[in-house]
């Protein structure tokens, strides 16, 4: 299959000098890149995937967590304050 591509002037030059340093064409110095920028995705995770297996695992058993942090958070400040 072939693509059709637009570099801009400075990325062209880039490309050519980095091909020749290579010693590989313009077409297979692209098509390795995208070999490698592909395979790297491929194994990347999102962070979801990645922390997926202990979300939720350990709960507190409260509901309310979220809608009353601010006054959970006052009680615990207090109750430290009173036991010293």
Known sequence: MAISLRLNEQLERQLE???RR?????????????????ARRE??????ELGQHVFGRYGSGRGDLSANRKRLVRERIHARKRRV
């Open 17 to 19: 000098l980095a091909a």
């Open 43 to 48: 194994t990347s995770r999102l962070p979801w």
């Open 22 to 38: 290579e010693g590989l064409s313009k077409s297979e110095l692209v098509r390795r890149s995208l070999q490698e920028f592909l």
